[in-house]
């Protein structure tokens, strides 16, 4: 079994900083993309970070110089630093994995149970 688990969300004033963290567990043999998602109330989930297995990074636009997007491979887990935060980044930020399942040498894609972000005005 694997399993994803998100944490670091809150309430947070605009203009203020979170740091989301994102573990993978259970019988992983390696990560190839680790993503942030969020989803708005009433909004489709939207891919808001990017990291592949060598560090390459890609943002959506609206972050794009305020979110940063790092991993720890041998923790299998990921992060998203959030700074200079706006009420329109609120929403549940879920966290997206493709990784190789050790039991069958097979890349799968998981999700996380996502976080809720809160950015008050």
């Known amino acids: 079994q694997v399993q994803l688990v998100e944490s670091g969300g809150g309430l947070v004033q605009a203009g203020g900083s979170l740091r989301l963290s994102c573990a993978g567990s259970?019988?992983?043999?390696?990560?190839?993309?680790m993503n942030w998602y969020r989803q708005a109330p009433g909004k489709q989930r939207e891919l808001v970070a990017t990291i592949d297995s060598d560090g390459g990074t890609d943002y959506e636009d609206s972050v794009k110089g305020r979110f940063t997007i790092s991993r720890d491979n041998a923790k299998n887990t990921a992060y998203l630093q959030m700074n200079s935060l706006k009420p329109e980044d609120t929403a549940v930020y879920y966290c997206?994995?493709?990784?190789?399942?050790?039991?069958?040498?097979?890349?799968?894609?998981?999700w996380g149970q996502g976080t809720q972000v809160t950015v008050s005005s």
């Open positions: 997206n994995a493709r990784l190789v399942w050790s039991m069958d040498g097979r890349e799968y894609d998981y």
């Open positions: 259970g019988s992983i043999r390696s990560i190839n993309v």
